[in-house]
């Protein structure tokens, strides 16, 4: 499981961080909200803890930018005197809070309880796709093609799980490139293409005849096999 930790104070950030991978959690960690969201986007976690006072954009601005996309559960971070921003949190649709200063065993319990009520979590870090000939894993990033693990490097998992998720959406090479911006890319459209390659080679019958990852002439690339 991977946990998304927002908060602007490197205490509070190293104290969670250790308490959740002494709990086997994966942690990402941001300091503000525009790092949040870009994290949120690029790391796909399965809970966010979410401090309300930060110094950029404030917690409810980032709990409302990812409600807009996604359901996944945010505990909220608040000072006692936040009462009104904890109700609108709440409307807005954060799953728990907790005040500071707060226990860290408590806030991963509070993890624990709040994961355990997310339906079929498992299922929601899978794709199948192809009768389940090939199973993209989320969480631990891995590919299994006819139930072999496939290799793939960062950029190939990215491209291949954005195409999998919206399997009716054609996608540019530019839209590519910013999903998966921060990346070792020399920021050149065509340098998709060369990914794209190396992903058919790795997972196509027939590199010249696709039937995973499909170009949309004039356009980019789909998937092509439907949820």
């Known amino acids: 499981m991977k946990i998304l930790i927002v ?3 490197a ?8 308490y959740l991978v002494a709990s086997q959690y994966t942690v990402v960690k941001a300091s503000n909200g525009l790092i949040a969201l870009e ?14 006072m930060l110094p950029d954009i404030d917690g409810l601005t980032v709990a409302k930018k990812v409600r807009e996309t996604s359901d996944v559960p945010i505990i909220m971070l608040t000072a006692k005197s936040e ?3 904890i109700l609108k949190g709440l409307k807005l649709g954060a799953d728990d809070y907790m005040v500071k200063p707060f226990s860290p065993k408590e ?19 899978k794709l199948s796709r192809n009768n389940g000939e090939l199973l993209i894993q989320m969480d631990s990033r891995q590919v299994f093609l006819k139930n072999q693990e ?32 921060g990346f070792d890319f020399d920021g050149l459209d065509r340098s ?3 990914h794209v390659k190396n992903l058919r080679h790795k997972i196509e019958t027939n590199p010249k005849e696709p039937n995973y990852i499909l170009t949309v002439h004039g356009t980019g690339y789909r998937f092509g096999y439907p949820k």
């Open 7 to 9: 908060d602007d104070e």
């Open 11 to 18: 205490k509070i950030l190293e104290i969670i961080d250790a």
């Open 39 to 52: 994290k949120f986007d690029s790391h796909h976690p399965d809970l966010i803890v979410l401090d309300l």
């Open 83 to 85: 009462e009104e921003d």
């Open 107 to 125: 806030l991963v319990a509070r993890i624990e309880t709040v994961l355990r009520r997310v339906p079929n979590l498992k299922e929601i870090n």
């Open 150 to 181: 496939i290799a793939l490097t960062t950029s190939e998992f990215d491209i291949l799980q954005t195409l999998a998720e919206s399997p009716n959406r054609a996608f540019s090479r530019s839209d590519l490139i910013e999903i998966i911006k």
């Open 192 to 194: 998709i293409d060369s």
